[in-house]
């Protein structure tokens, strides 16, 4: 499922991820595992941009040495 995603898709769906991860009700275990699968959101995401030879700022700010 994940491969035919694309790279805005994966952000909203890491976004949904932190939504989740901030509810009062969410468990400590539960948030931690939220937020690593935001972070691995976020990264697949990058890496389907660099794929369709997109580039984001934070991409273009490494780059530069920022």
Not at 16 to 33: G, I, K, L, P, Y
Not at 40 to 63: I, P, Q, V
């Amino acid at each position: 499922m994940l491969d035919t995603l694309n790279a805005a898709e994966l952000r909203r769906w890491a976004m949904q991820c932190a939504v989740e991860a901030d509810d009062e009700s969410c468990a400590a275990e539960e948030r931690t595992r939220l937020l690593t699968m935001r972070e691995s959101l976020l990264a697949l995401a990058e890496n389907a941009d660099w794929l369709a030879g997109r580039h984001s700022a934070l991409t273009l700010r490494a780059a530069v040495g920022e």
